[in-house]
């Protein structure tokens, strides 16, 4: 074994560099396969499971110039020879998830199910291929030193339980207490029901996902990491209240999403592109597979569909209608005192009844269809460089404390930016919760790095 050693401070050990560098290259290689199996998947599921059977919810396909597929194509993988093959930050599972669920179905969906000129789609791709290699360059920046408390583990714990008690206590009185499992057909009564409720209680629009994406996936993390059954249990009867009050399937869906993160942090992460990767392929396999078994379209719609293509899809429709017409400046938001709001109807409303005749469809769209809709192309750029600073600030917090936690923490609540706006992740979602508890979160005696091969001790 070659090895220097240099002011006896540290040792150059170029064996097992050599190694792990041929380890990384090799798992590289079946990154990018994995993405391409994905991108083979997904065309295919949309163009001949999909679309036959929901073009009129606008899986429809339009026929583009062929060299543009090829351009589309390559800008889609071109990514994965940069994406992190292991994590040694724990916002990287976000841009993982960006990735599949947002920056692809961006690529080929509006490829196929929006009527424009290539020569005004090549920039929309253009721009986001730059957004999204933005957010990485802040990967290469340092931590940040932010001065913070210091509490103790009990102390942390009153915090997080005089917050979910608050919480639960409002969402309670204002919804009564039930728990139970609801049917196919219940969950649109429920979700009326809710609707009505909110108008009054505006408040709960906030608590709820709070609860549901932030306290609950807390204490079922903590209580997988510090090894208290009794926190789990109770983090997941919290999602089943919650789905039993809202209806929201993506509540139930967060329960096999948290064991997902979990399976994807094994062996500490050191194989998060590949299990990323093919895991997806796996998803949208089975769904296909499903299909053709049971000749039921809506298995695959509602897991692909509604998951991957749809934001997609909407992403084309904003961008086709403020290519258009005004943009909105968020004069419908924080910045209304600016300017006034150019339209009879909210963003979503209005997209939906421009491209689907229904304006009590609320279609939400993705953070870089929300920020071309307020900014143009100009505000995907820019909002890429706030995502970025958002996570740099992050995972800065996140060091020495637990990074399971953290990755767990931050997994759930980011999934809401293939479908909502950044400043909604933020403040609805509870991005900007889960950033002030890992601020006060006490730090680990001893962390495990990312590679998981050693343990070192922390202050």
Known sequence: ??????????????????????????????????????????????????????????????????????????????????????INRPSQLLYWLLYILTYIPIFWVVYYSVEMKVSSLIWLHSTLFISFGI???????????????????????????????????????????RLRLLSFYEVYTVRSELKQTLASASLAAYAIPWLGNVIHPLLMSLGITKRRPFLFIVGVIGQLYIYSITGYKSIILSIALFFAILIALWRGGRYLGLLTAWGTVGLVGMAILASFVTNISLIPYLSVGRLIITPGMLTGYYYDFFSQYNNIYMSDGVLSFLSDYPYDLPPDQMIGAVYRGDASIHANANMWA?????????????????????????????????????????????????????????????????????????????????SGERVEETA
């Not at 991108?39 to 110039?65: A, C, M, T």
């Not at 509490?151 to 339980?161: A, D, E, F, I």
């Not at 991005?431 to 730090?443: N, S």
């Open 1 to 86: 074994m070659t090895k220097f050693y240099y002011n006896n401070f540290f040792s150059v050990d170029f064996s097992r560099a050599k190694t792990e560098i041929k380890r990384i290259g090799t798992t590289r290689i079946f990154v990018v396969i994995g993405i391409i199996v994905y991108l083979s998947l997904l065309i295919y599921s949309y163009k001949e499971v999909l679309s036959p059977e929901y073009s009129y919810r606008g899986y429809v396909i339009y026929d583009k110039k062929y060299y543009y597929s090829i351009f589309v194509f390559l800008f889609s993988v071109f990514p994965s020879l940069w994406m992190p093959v292991k």
């Open 135 to 177: 957010i990485y360059i802040f990967y290469y920046l340092p931590h940040l030193s932010i001065p913070r408390p210091h509490l103790t583990w009990n102390q942390y714990g009153l915090c997080v339980g005089l917050i979910a008690f608050a919480l639960l206590a409002y969402v309670v009185s204002t919804f009564g207490f």
């Open 370 to 450: 929300d920020s071309f809709a307020n900014f143009g192309l100009t505000g995907m750029l820019v909002f890429a460089v706030i995502l970025g600073v958002i996570l740099w600030v992050f995972d800065s917090l996140a060091r020495n404390r637990n990074r399971k936690v953290a990755v767990l923490m931050l997994g759930l609540p980011a999934i809401n930016l293939s479908n909502t706006a950044l400043e909604t992740s933020m403040l609805t979602h509870g991005i900007a919760l889960v950033i002030i508890l890992m601020y006060l979160m006490p730090p680990e005696s001893t962390t495990r790095r990312w």
